[in-house]
């Protein structure tokens, strides 16, 4: 049986750094920074600090931690309500939780609408001080919330890319490449007539896996059409919808590409209920964050976007922009591998 006792205060009294300075034996400016993760505090002191923090219970005072420091310790992730939630979005919530675990940083979700002005959060945000830091996705060519955060000096981190991208931390999948590997790999299959439920356009990596699909198979001479009517983000049942009365008006596409795996469900749904199979007269080509669409059909075509790594890079990039802000910002490219 261990020794080791936890220490137990009195119910009326309530912990504090002193509580922890007396418990450590380590002076209240110690405590303080190492609970906040400083950089000249040693890990096995740091560690010491969080067992007995943990050990009786001590909450910061977050309105005294920002009134000493002009912190709130919050990183706040920006997200639009119409996204794969099953998948990528949900991935990358957990690792950027993850990532933020053991650090003084707590992150919240700020949602909006997709009938909402994107900047209305963004704004909200910086103008009442309610985080240290965003992170945001769905990024545009030229998008005004990284120029308006830009422009107020604001610590962010984007996941994904604006066609001007060397000033400030960011990390992104290569779509563009995604796009080429699905129009190569469908090529080698034998497909000729290939239809693509592309991401919104008006984001930058629906453009940029757009122009990688477009340029393989003008390569191969296949035929290329973007669906018009719908996107990746659209509901499964208009997706399967569409899907099949496409298919019954051109029996001949014989390849869909989408970038989402319930997008690529809900096109399986449509194809087969004009009686065509997956793998063998029509392919489906998905990109996807959980592997688990070969579990619903073995024969779907797919490449993994690792959202695991992305959430612990944005978390980390958004913390340096707080902490470091003189240092160059971090960026990352996660560039998919045509393994066949």
Sequence with gaps: ?????????????????????QLSGLAVPTVSRALNDAPDIGQATKEKVRRIADEIGY???RAGVRLRTGRTNVISLVLSTEHDMMNHTARLISSIAGALQDTPFHMIVTPYFPSE????????????GLADAIILNQIQPDDPRIAYM????????SHGRTNN?????????DNRMFGRISGHKLHRRGRRTIAMIAPPRQHNYGIHMIEGLTEATSLHGMSLDIVEALTSDSASAEISAYVTDLLRERPEIDGIVTSSASAAMASVAGLEAVGREVGTSIDVFAKEAIPFLKLFRADIQTVAEDVRKAGQFLAQAAIQAVRQPELP???GLDIPEDTV
């Excluded at 959060?121 to 103008?127: L, S």
């Design 1 to 21: 049986m261990s020794n080791t006792k936890k220490t137990v205060l009195p119910r009326s009294e309530k912990p504090t750094l002193k509580t922890i300075s």
């Design 59 to 61: 909450v910061p005072n």
């Design 117 to 128: 002005d994107p900047m209305r959060p963004v704004r909200h945000i910086v103008e009442t």
């Design 150 to 157: 830009l422009e107020r000096n604001f610590p962010f981190a």
């Design 165 to 173: 991208c060397e000033n400030y931390p960011y990390y992104d999948y």
């Design 329 to 331: 910002p971090m960026q």
